[in-house]
């Protein structure tokens, strides 16, 4: 089945470093990518998404693109402040129409320093 | 819009009681969606509606039920709680959209520990 594997965390940065949080895929099909955020005692948001290979999305500094012949969807920013320190989570939907049942990475704790 | 809201927000129980888990969405969406997620895992799909009766299976539905009477509401029943129930409650929601790579709005969670 589908599948999606990131980088083990927790990942601890200072302010205004480089940040790389790696994610693969296993899918069959076209899927769409996403990567959605935790902040603490909150829910998940969605921070930027990709529906077809080479496609970037982007959002609050945050990059990722869509790499099909790599199978992988990293997030990066460069220049990471202490308000991004959350949980990360890379996902994948199944399915091109109708419910979009996500398959999620375990998730990467960041946490970055003043 | 209060967006996806859900009660409680803990809860403790013992095991064999049951309970309902709440979720409500004020935003019209066709689908809404239940998850868990375990310590230092990702979401796993619990159960899933595409509009008011009818659901559907996901990936670990074992152990849970669920309805959908209305639009906006969509409970998670626990009948028989057990350990490995223990885990974070997370109900989503989303809107079909031309392009159906719709995001799916996620309500805050419910931590529930059975004991």
């Known amino acids: 089945g589908n599948s999606v594997t990131q980088m083990e965390g927790p990942v601890t940065l200072s302010e205004e470093a480089f940040l790389t949080i790696n994610c693969t895929y296993t899918a069959t099909g076209y899927p769409s990518l996403f990567w959605y955020v935790q902040y603490p005692g909150e829910g998940l948001q969605l921070l930027l998404k990709a529906t077809k290979a080479d496609d970037k999305g982007s959002n609050k500094g945050f990059e990722a693109t869509y790499r099909k012949e790599t199978t992988s969807f990293h997030l990066e920013k460069g220049s990471v402040q202490v308000s991004d320190s959350a949980v990360y989570f890379c996902?994948?939907?199944?399915?091109?129409?109708?419910?979009?049942?996500?398959?999620f990475g375990q998730g990467t704790r960041l946490t970055i320093n003043p | 819009n209060a967006g996806v809201t859900q009660t409680p927000k803990f809860r403790i129980l013992k095991i064999g009681q049951s309970m309902t888990l709440q979720c409500a969405q004020d935003?019209?969406?066709?689908?809404m969606y239940w998850y868990r997620q375990d310590p230092g895992m990702g979401l796993k799909l619990i159960y899933y509606?595409?509009?008011?009766?009818?659901?559907d299976k996901g990936e670990v539905p074992n152990g849970y039920n669920v309805s959908r009477s209305t639009t906006e509401d969509f409970p998670l029943r626990l009948e028989l709680a057990a350990p490995s129930q223990t885990s974070v409650y997370f109900c989503?929601?989303?809107?079909?959209?031309?392009?159906?790579?719709?995001?799916?709005?996620f309500g805050p969670g419910t931590r529930l520990t059975v004991l």
């Open positions: 989503a929601s989303s809107l079909i959209s031309s392009g159906g790579r719709n995001e799916q709005f």
């Open positions: 509606s595409v509009g008011a009766g009818i659901t």
């Open positions: 935003m019209n969406h066709n689908y």
């Open positions: 996902a994948l939907s199944e399915g091109a129409q109708g419910a979009q049942k996500l398959v």
